[in-house]
């Protein structure tokens, strides 16, 4: 029987964007994530810092994201259109050998069900919704061949937060979030900068200042355990 594989959507959303500010608001309230809201708003859209005003309510602050995102898309959606069909299609070209790939990696598990939806964004960060399978991408980007690279980073969190989810199931408790998304992003890296990755998608994926010496031991652990992901998390995932 043929494995079969996501096919990626590409949808245009308005209220994703909305959805996203929403979501990064609501993250703010457990830990001080004043660094990704400016990343991710305030930085490329400095309109948004009235949303700094601790005053506003959140049914302002919807407002307020709902008016920029919903000018922001009058004036910009043809390019945004364009990009994003270009970059359906250039996704097209490596979707196969990134599915090889990555079967390589998890020893050809089932991907999980999911949507698949890729949503462009005008946002400054590109998150990823576990529940439903969905996530953001960079429609344009200053570093050639980083939007592809930034699909497969996210698609890559899909199957490797399922992957871990089965194999160690306690660590579906919040206590481990933080942790596991620490290991889940430097993971990341050693994967897509690896010379096998990047002769595919011609372009190393960024990192995070703080995982530095984290990404640093995830490779001697990887390298160690010959790309078994099975040891390599076992030895990784000791919280």
């Known amino acids: ?13 308005k209220k994703k964007e909305v959805d996203t500010y929403l979501a990064f608001l609501e993250d703010s309230k457990y830990r001080d994530n004043s660094r990704e809201m400016n990343w991710a708003f305030y930085q490329h859209h400095p309109k948004l810092k009235v949303l700094r005003n601790k005053n506003l309510s959140l049914g302002q602050r919807k407002a307020i994201v709902e008016k920029y995102v919903d000018n922001f898309y ?22 196969k050998i990134f599915y090889e790939m990555t079967d390589e990696i998890f020893g050809n598990y089932k991907w999980p069900n999911g ?8 946002w400054g960060m590109y998150p990823r919704f576990l529940d439903d399978k969905t996530f953001q991408f960079p429609p344009r980007h200053k570093k050639r061949n980083y939007i592809l690279v930034s699909i497969a980073h996210e698609m890559l969190h899909l199957i490797f937060y399922d992957y871990v989810y089965k194999k160690f199931p306690k660590l579906k408790s919040h206590k481990y979030d933080f942790d596991l998304w620490n290991v889940s992003e430097a993971f990341n890296v050693v994967i897509q900068n690896s ?14 200042p703080e995982h530095k010496n984290l990404i640093s031991k995830l490779k001697k ?15 990784a995932l000791r919280f």
């Open 115 to 122: 949507k698949y939806i890729a949503y462009p964004t005008i």
């Open 74 to 95: 009058k004036k910009h959606l043809r390019r945004i259109k364009a990009e994003t069909d270009k970059t359906k299609k250039n996704w097209r070209k490596v979707e």
């Open 221 to 235: 652990i990887w390298k160690k355990t010959n790309g078994n992901i099975d040891r390599f998390l076992r030895e």
């Open 195 to 208: 010379p096998k990755w990047v002769k595919i998608f011609n372009q190393k994926t960024m990192s995070y």
């Open 1 to 13: 029987m043929t494995k079969k594989y996501p096919k990626l959507k590409f949808i245009i959303s």
